[in-house]
């Protein structure tokens, strides 16, 4: 399999990469919103991103994440059928492979409130292809390992936002994603709660070696962290690793 070398600003990441973005550069419209980014993250490595409003973190998720298509540079994943630049891909590949090989956790969770917590985590399954049964009982596990047994036919506006959040992380391991991004994932929620959140966030990713990509204002969250990654003005400012 081909092998990702992409540079590292600040902080040299040894082993091969999962994902790595390589002079990264987006605008929106006159605003630099990236310059020239690289960063290279490892199998089972948390980073989280950080900086003031407007230095280019969410950005910097979008576009790894293959959401957002950069202006300019590469977005190298390596996956089981081999390494892919998520840049050049056409929409409906890269959405593709969103649903596949990344799990997303969102600050508000952007779970479907018409649905059961059930439903929510077993709709990536859906989509892929999985049987009915199969995708519900695969949702029943993820929730009862992350402490929600007994919601699963519960609405989202029946949960608390922890649990909420918990829901949203049982979804995206749903299908065995290899990396999972969060942005802002704790950011409504009261330090305890945000605590045990992200403890859990951890967990489910560490346990099965998945790389985690958070963006976040919170140094708390981030000292758990493997690395820092910071970002100002849409380069790259540090790049070290968490305390």
Known sequence: MARISGRSTGRACGGEARIAGIDLTHRYGSTVAL????????????????????????????????IVRPDAGTVMLRTARGTVDIATMKDRERSALRLTEFGFVFQQGMLIPELTAAENVALPLLLNGARRTEAAHTAENLLDELGLHGISGRRIGQLSGGQAQRVAIARARATQARVIFADEPTGALDSRTASDVLGALLAATAERGCSLVVVTHDEDVAARCDRVLRLRDGRIDGDEAAR
Do not use: Q
Not at 46 to 62: C, D, E, F, N
């Open 35 to 66: 310059d020239a980014v690289a960063v290279s993250i490892r199998d089972g490595e948390s980073v989280a991103i950080m900086g003031p409003s407007g230095s280019g973190k969410s950005t910097l998720l979008h576009v790894l994440a293959g």
